[in-house]
């Protein structure tokens, strides 16, 4: 069992940067790989980065160029630093850990709650 927090969501205007963190407790973090999902309103949840045990990572195209995905496995946290947000970046955003790198919700083990990001144009 793996409990996993998330933060460091908000209110942020287009163009501007929000860094997501998500600490994870109880599984051992550095064996599992570790992703992000979000979830605009009214829509599904989509996959937006992954990142394994041994720092490869996997971008959702929306994310290319923009996010970036990381890891402190000393700490039990990855991040998600985001630049250059867009209103269509406004999501609940997830922390995940995963059996496998993977960008489909298929090998996810465990879910944060989740953390807002609202950005306004």
């Known amino acids: 069992q793996v409990q996993l927090v998330e933060s460091g969501g908000g209110l942020v205007q287009a163009g501007g940067s929000l860094r997501l963190s998500c600490a994870a407790s109880?599984?051992?973090?550095?064996?599992?790989?570790m992703a992000w999902f979000r979830q605009p309103p009214g829509k599904e949840r989509e996959f937006v980065a992954t990142?394994?045990?041994?720092?490869?990572?996997v971008y959702a195209d929306s994310a290319k160029g923009r996010f970036t995905i990381s890891r402190d496995n000393g700490k039990n946290t990855v991040y998600l630093e985001m630049n250059n947000l867009k209103p269509e970046d406004t999501a609940e955003y997830y922390c995940?850990?995963?059996?496998?790198?993977?960008?489909?919700?298929?090998?996810?083990?465990?879910w944060g709650q989740g953390t807002q990001v609202t950005v306004s144009s």
């Open positions: 995940a850990q995963s059996a496998s790198v993977d960008t489909t919700a298929r090998s996810v083990l465990s």
């Open positions: 109880g599984r051992s973090f550095h064996n599992y790989a």
């Open positions: 990142i394994s045990p041994f720092g490869g990572t």
